[in-house]
């Protein structure tokens, strides 16, 4: 036995075809919602892979500057 959800967004439960369910947040959305929940991700994982880079590129200067790291004085 499988239970559908009705879409998180508008609790449209007429259009079972239609849901999606997001693997991420394990939410059901209607086709239209879908839509807009996998921009969000997708935009919240542009965000997170460009401030990965970022950070990446911040360390990668920082290892080349120094072989020493703040962290490691610490202990
Ligand atoms: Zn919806
Ligand atoms: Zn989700």
Known sequence: MSIKFPCVKCELTGNFNGLFTCNGCRQSFCANHSIDHTNKLRNRFED?????????????????????FPWKKQK
């Open 48 to 68: 997170f892979i460009n401030e990965f880079t970022l950070i990446n590129d911040i360390f990668h200067d920082y290892k080349q500057n120094s072989n020493d």
